[in-house]
């Protein structure tokens, strides 16, 4: 008898599964955001204590520098960006780094020393802290201090509402910018939302 011999049946069985993997395929992105799919390969857990420490130090809420994370990095230590931003918060050496290194006295880091999780953590969080006080006069400074971060000084205070209490978003002039704002708003209040959930269930077993 001879073996390995296709027949056509055998064509129409791989044809017919090939197609229904294309379905099943389709299906699972028409119900999934981009967002959401990308989400099952983002691991937050990780540098969780060192995010926490640094945001801690410089006043900042954790779950919104997470967000920050996502948004730049999607949590890798290691990624460079096309200006040469690096690391996790995406520090641009000549820009945040050379100007926390003037603020604070300090040596300017080199490129390298940028991949470290500690000082890039401490270099970002010192960045977004001072954009936060610059704009704490506004009812929506987060949205302000995340402009600023994206786009640099000049141009939040060109997006600055006229009223302490006015919309920010709309009056930012730049699509990327305003998608990045917007973007790390909505995951800010996600994760806000499962911190709060998960420190009520502690709060349950607590009082068992």
């Known amino acids: 008898m001879i073996r390995g011999r296709k027949t056509k049946r055998d064509y129409w069985f791989w044809?017919?599964?090939?197609?229904?993997?294309?379905?099943?395929?389709?299906?699972?992105?028409?119900?999934c955001s981009w967002e959401t799919l990308a989400d099952m390969f983002v691991d937050r857990g990780v540098h969780a204590a060192e995010i926490a420490a640094a945001a801690g130090k410089h006043g900042l809420?954790?779950?919104?520098?997470?967000?920050?994370?996502?948004?730049?990095?999607r949590f890798r230590s290691n990624k460079r960006g096309k200006k040469g931003e690096i690391g996790l918060m995406q520090v641009l050496p000549s820009g945040a780094a050379a100007?926390?290194?003037?603020?604070?006295?300090?040596r300017r880091?080199?490129?390298?020393?940028?991949?470290?999780v500690e000082l890039n953590l401490e270099i970002g969080c010192w960045y977004l802290a001072r954009g936060m006080r610059r704009w704490k006069k506004y009812a929506h400074c987060t949205e302000l201090a995340l402009a600023e971060y994206n786009a640099g000084t000049s141009r939040a205070k060109e997006w600055a509402p006229k009223t302490p209490d006015g919309e920010v978003i709309p009056r930012v002039k730049i699509?990327?910018?305003?998608?990045?704002v917007s973007d790390i708003m909505k995951r800010y209040r996600k994760y806000a939302g499962e911190t709060a959930e998960a420190e009520?269930?502690?709060?349950?077993i607590g009082k068992k």
Do not use: C, H, M
């Open 200 to 204: 009520r269930g502690n709060s349950a």
């Open 175 to 180: 699509a990327s910018t305003r998608k990045y």
């Open 109 to 116: 880091p080199s490129a390298l020393a940028l991949y470290n």
């Open 61 to 73: 809420d954790p779950d919104l520098v997470r967000a920050l994370i996502y948004q730049e990095s």
């Open 15 to 31: 044809a017919i599964a090939a197609a229904a993997a294309v379905v099943i395929v389709s299906i699972v992105f028409a119900l």
């Open 99 to 106: 100007e926390w290194a003037r603020v604070n006295k300090r």
